[in-house]
């Protein structure tokens, strides 16, 4: 069975930092494209920050230069390292995996992540 | 504000047709990029329903279909036969150009009357 695991959320300060993880199974992170999306308390999806082949990763204008998407090849896990910390960025994290058509398959069951003084 | 635009909130009776709009631009849609539907349950991850614009993955029922207009910049998702179970958001997805990245819609809330 194909399975995304989300790991590391929790309550965090702004300005803070913090590393969620996404455990795979069934499927191979690095032999995939792989994706982060969030969803704020009440509000809809938003797209975070995606990693391709090489391992070329993209992210939104709302989190560029304070986020890094990457894997690791040896725990078949996706990471997403996020510093600098705000309230904004407060919300559900899913990690999802995209296939070969731009459509995300595959979503992890999520993880929250609270900043907050 | 979303790239791509979603009515907030649309209706129906039980066995109705509804129909959700999904309006975006000629950076995403408009540019020939296919469009992703998604539905999700309250507290739960969300569920791929539609690809590349009107395709269903195994074990979404057919009574959902989807179509996006032909060099134009909107798509729709079709449910016919309302049920109970259909109360849910749902979300339209592309990928744009000018962002370099995933777009979604605000997402719609259905409910069944």
């Known amino acids: 069975e194909v399975q995304l695991v989300e790991t590391g959320g929790g309550l965090f300060q702004p300005g803070g930092s913090v590393r969620l993880s996404c455990a795979a199974s069934?499927?191979?992170?690095?032999?995939?494209?792989m994706h982060w999306v969030r969803q704020a308390p009440g509000k809809g999806l938003q797209w975070v920050a995606g990693?391709?082949?090489?391992?070329?990763?993209t992210y939104g204008d709302s989190v560029k230069g304070r986020f890094t998407i990457s894997r690791d090849t040896s725990n078949n896990t996706l990471f997403l390292q996020m510093s600098t910390l705000r309230v904004e960025d407060t919300a559900v994290y899913f990690c999802a995996r995209e296939d070969s058509v731009e459509a995300f398959d595959i979503w992890g069951q999520g993880t929250m992540v609270v900043v907050s003084s | 504000q979303s790239v791509l635009t979603q009515p907030p909130s649309v209706s129906g009776a039980p066995g109705q047709r509804v129909t959700i709009s999904c309006t975006g631009s000629s950076s995403n849609i408009g540019a020939g990029y296919g469009v992703q539907w998604y539905q999700q349950y309250p507290g739960t991850a969300p569920r791929l329903l539609i690809y590349e614009n009107k395709n269903r993955p195994s074990g979404v029922p057919d009574r959902i279909s989807a179509s996006a207009s032909k060099s134009g910049t909107s798509a729709s998702l079709a449910i016919t036969g309302l049920q109970a179970e259909d109360e849910a958001d749902y979300y339209c997805?592309?990928?744009?150009?000018?962002?370099?990245?995933?777009?979604f819609g605000g997402g719609t809330k259905l409910t069944v009357l």
């Open positions: 990693i391709y082949t090489g391992d070329t990763a």
């Open positions: 997805q592309s990928y744009d150009d000018s962002l370099s990245g995933s777009v």
């Open positions: 069934g499927l191979v992170v690095t032999s995939n494209y």
